[in-house]
């Protein structure tokens, strides 16, 4: 253990610059059909499925800012941990409005936390960021706190 | 479906349903995400370099599936208003994951419901469980 340091933990507060994204029928028709939805407004893309939040707002990096395990270099916003393979470790979601098509949004991810623990095959690092979406007229859509874990 | 809140109980079951990853669903999700982690479509990458057995099914993708637990069974009588989950165990491309859930407590007060959700694998092992708080609409008096 001790694994991090006061360098990974100095990140505990850093906040990415905020994502602005159009949201569109044909992208929630694409995720609805993805994920195996069942109810007729998410498959005909009047509304998104809460989880079609999930990853919309990440930078899009370019290819040669790309790691070996295909994820970006640099685009998350957060240190370079020791340990290198990563995995999603959970979620909680909480809405306030459901999203449309033509949504204008703005997406902030928030490093909220960071520890170790010591897992069943080695040591994990989990790293905890909120994510905060408001629409265009700057009114609450969605909250949501992620973990990922490396391992 | 429309659910009352007078007649649920405290332990009924919401609708279990399975799941089976392909590549060509792990491909369609990962692209409609925009994940290009090789742990969800190269295989040899994800055995030989990060020790899993096989292509990893994602972890939110399992989170969606049970938060269409709560979203099917309350249909167009109400809505989710928050949902978690922890993804404690990996899931493998070749399993069969099934998703599930029951009530824990109902507010008749406020027309809210709380939720314990559930993906299980092949094993019977619960991998990602996890909480839902639905709202469910007032029915109209006769």
Redesign the interface.
């Known amino acids: 253990m001790g694994l991090l340091t006061a360098q990974h933990t100095a990140w505990i507060g850093h906040e990415d610059p905020a994502i602005h994204v159009e949201i569109t029928r044909r ?1 929630i028709q ?2 609805s ?7 007729a407004r998410y498959l005909k893309g009047d509304e998104a ?3 079609f939040v ?3 707002f ?1 930078a ?1 990096p370019q290819l040669a800012d ?1 790691r ?4 970006a270099r640099s685009t998350t916003g957060g240190p370079s941990l020791p340990l290198k ?11 306030h409005r459901p999203i449309r098509p033509g949504d204008v949004l703005t997406g902030t991810r928030k490093i909220v936390d960071m520890f170790e623990k010591q897992g069943a095959s080695g040591p994990l690092i989990f790293t905890v960021r909120s994510l905060r979406v408001v629409d265009a007229a700057d009114r609450l859509v969605l909250e949501e706190i992620q ?1 990922g874990i490396s391992r | 479906m429309s659910l009352d809140i007078n007649t649920l109980k405290v332990g009924d079951s919401l609708p279990e349903r399975k ?1 089976t990853a392909t590549n060509v ?1 792990l491909f ?2 990962n ?9 969800h479509y ?1 295989e040899r ?1 994800t055995i030989e ?2 020790s899993h057995p096989a292509v ?1 099914i ?4 399992q ?3 049970l ?2 637990v709560a ?2 069974w309350v ?1 167009d009588t109400g ?9 404690r165990r ?1 899931a493998y491309l070749g399993d069969t994951l099934t998703s599930g859930g029951r009530i824990v407590e109902i507010d008749k007060e406020t027309g809210q419901v709380q939720l314990e959700l559930f993906i299980r694998n092949g094993d019977g092992n619960i991998i990602t469980p996890g909480q839902g708080l639905v709202e469910i609409d007032r029915q109209e008096a006769d």
């Open positions: 992208d694409k995720y059909a993805a994920t195996e939805q069942q109810q499925p809460p989880m999930f990853n919309l990440s899009i790309l070996q395990d295909g994820l393979r990563t995995m999603a470790g959970g979620t909680e979601v909480r809405q973990t | 799941h669903s369609m999700y692209a409609a995400v925009w994940n290009h982690h090789r742990i190269d990458y370099e990060e990893v994602d972890g939110p993708l989170g969606d599936w938060s269409q979203l099917n249909g809505r989710l208003l928050s949902f978690n989950y922890s993804n990996a």
